[in-house]
């Protein structure tokens, strides 16, 4: 399904691992909104935080999303904000896509635990201003289905609720689980289990680059 005027949808995170619970989301969100297509927009590791010795590295974390979406054609990975490093702000992201997509719409896809502290983010009316905001429930957050919180509600904000039935799960809780060498299949995409088992990604004992 999708619009006659081209529709993107910036999906945005570090995918450490990308999971199940994405996919639903952006594919609601696509069906929802009428997209015509979801990037995937991995974001850099922080240089001035530790990286565990067994975590993913940039690298990895790109070819597991590449290995998620590489066989559907509503979505790819714009990989920008990865390789060029650093810290890279969600307007500066939303302003790229603006650059390279003139006549796009442009919908931000982002829990609401990331939305309800909008207010806080680095030129936040100028973001909201660029793009749509597409808002998924996150457990603990405030519920976007009933309204703005009060935050928000002095911005001028174009924004829609995206109701995705809730998968307890998390990036986190997956790394824990290969950690601890328990399966985690049906909580990520086959093709990102084959990734992370080929490439012990996420053991202690590898540090490989993806094959």
Request: glycine residues 6%; contains cysteine.
């Amino acid at each position: 399904m999708e619009s006659s005027t081209d529709s993107i949808g910036i999906f945005g995170g570090s995918f450490n691992p990308l999971h199940i619970g994405h996919l639903l989301v952006a594919q609601e969100a696509w069906y929802r909104c009428r997209l015509s297509r979801v990037a995937f927009v991995p974001c850099a590791g922080n240089p001035l935080k530790d990286q565990p010795e067994n975590d993913a590295t940039d690298a990895q974390r790109l070819a597991m999303v590449r290995a998620a979406v590489e066989d559907d054609q509503r979505f790819y990975v714009d990989a920008h904000d990865l390789r060029r490093g650093g810290t890279t702000y969600s307007v500066d992201t939303v302003m790229r896509f603006r650059e390279n997509h003139p006549e796009a719409e442009l919908y931000f896809i982002l829990g609401a635990d990331s939305a309800e502290q909008l207010h806080r983010w680095k030129d936040a009316q100028i973001f909201m201003q660029l793009c749509r905001l597409v808002i998924y429930a996150r457990r603990g957050a405030h519920d976007f289905s009933s309204g703005l919180p009060d935050q928000l509600k002095e911005f001028t904000v174009n924004w829609e609720f995206v109701s995705v039935n809730p998968v307890d799960i998390s990036s986190s809780d997956i790394r824990t689980r290969l950690r601890q060498d328990r399966p985690v299949r049906y909580m990520v995409p086959d093709s990102v289990a084959d990734f992370i088992h080929r490439n012990g990604v996420y053991d202690p004992l590898s540090r490989r680059q993806p094959e």
